[in-house]
């Protein structure tokens, strides 16, 4: 099987930082597409940062110029650094891995536990 979980949430001021951490263990051949979500009460999952297996980034227009995803391959290791952050960005984050088990397998879905982060003005 393969484990996803989070760290770094917590409770910081308008205009702070914080930086999350996700780590991947298991049986794990490699990666592919690794993102972060979030879901804010009442709203629905969006799709806050993802990163590919070149490195290749894409970001949610709010958050853009902000937050910076990052990964560590060797690890199995993906970061995402929040600055300036704003009470909207206040929801549980959740990290999402697709993972090959093995050489010729396919990839899978695995979801992390979510992690809290809340903003306050």
Not at 29 to 50: C, D, H, T
Not at 79 to 101: F, G, H
């Amino acid at each position: 099987q393969v484990q996803l979980v989070e760290s770094g949430g917590g409770l910081v001021q308008a205009g702070g930082s914080l930086r999350l951490s996700c780590a991947a263990s298991g049986t794990i051949f490699s990666i592919n597409f690794m993102g972060w979500y979030r879901q804010a009460p009442g709203k629905q999952r969006e799709l806050v940062a993802g990163i590919a297996t070149g490195n290749t980034t894409n970001y949610a227009d709010s958050v853009k110029g902000r937050f910076t995803i990052s990964r560590d391959n060797a690890k199995n290791m993906m970061y995402l650094q929040m600055n300036s952050l704003k009470p909207e960005d206040t929801a549980v984050y959740y990290c999402k891995m697709d993972v090959r088990r093995q050489a010729s397998g396919p990839h899978f879905q695995y979801w992390g536990q979510g992690t809290q982060v809340t903003v306050s003005s």
